[in-house]
């Protein structure tokens, strides 16, 4: 029997649709490291001292930087993905993408603006970079799959660099206190839930496809 697949995520959000499809399988192990890279260096090496997975795919949420590519978008690191398995993936429906690899939430038009036009990436997220350094450290192939969650010709509702605590998770007292001090960017709040689901779900069936192939 071949090695499990190991599915990395930042935080429950992202996982527990994925989680629903995969719930009877034993060939997909699924691992919620925390967000950013302190937190997904820790909890994959941890995991990856306890068994060795045939692949790692880091997935999970990621805002666009590039104007075309739209909410709910799966897309792939062209530049770490193996051609044949590249063609795989944008034959199941992903777009190839450049990732960049950021230490803080992009917030606004501006941020996103200015980082795509000093890395030429086409999406930011802040995990798959120290995942995969460390897959390649240990000899395991590692693919970065992820769903866009905010466009690039949008602001998020709150700064929520703002709002993590120093081990980098969000902080549910200061989100309460953020929306009591701003209620008018409640509907923007909202959005941002809708279309995080969206991708969620998107991307789950998306996994569901490529890792395990279609429901019977």
Same mark, same amino acid.
């Given at each position: ?21 995969? !719930? ?26 306890? /068994? ?5 795919? &880091? ?20 530049? &770490? ?17 450049? /990732? ?59 700064? /929520? ?12 007292? !200061? ?8 209620? +008018? ?8 839930? +809708? ?6 779900? +998107? ?5 569901? !496809? ?7």
């Amino acid at each position: 029997m071949s090695a499990p697949v190991l599915v990395c995520f930042a935080v429950p959000q992202e996982a527990k649709p994925f989680l629903k499809l995969i !719930r009877d399988r034993t060939d997909v192990v699924v691992l919620v490291t925390g967000i950013g890279a302190r937190n997904a260096e820790r909890a994959v090496r941890k995991m990856l001292d306890e /068994f060795s997975p045939g692949r790692v795919f &880091s997935c999970g949420f990621a805002g666009a930087l590039n104007s075309q590519l739209r909410i709910a978008d799966v897309v792939f690191d062209i530049e &770490s993905t193996d051609a044949d398995l590249g063609a795989r993936l944008q034959s199941l429906g992903a777009t190839p993408a450049k /990732f960049f690899c950021a230490e803080t939430v992009a917030t606004t038009v501006a941020e996103k603006a200015a980082l795509r036009a000093r890395t030429g990436a086409d999406a930011v997220e802040m995990e798959s970079k120290t995942i995969s350094e460390v897959c390649r450290e240990r000899g395991i192939e590692c693919v970065t799959l992820r769903a866009i969650s905010d466009s690039a010709h949008e602001n998020l509702p709150l700064d /929520f660099n703002a709002l993590m605590t120093p081990e980098h998770e969000l902080s549910s007292v !200061r989100i309460a206190w953020a929306i009591l001090r701003a209620p +008018q960017r409640i509907p923007a709040l909202v959005r941002l839930g +809708q279309n995080s689901a969206c991708a969620a779900e +998107q991307l789950a069936r998306f996994l569901q !496809r490529a890792i395990c192939g279609p429901v019977e």
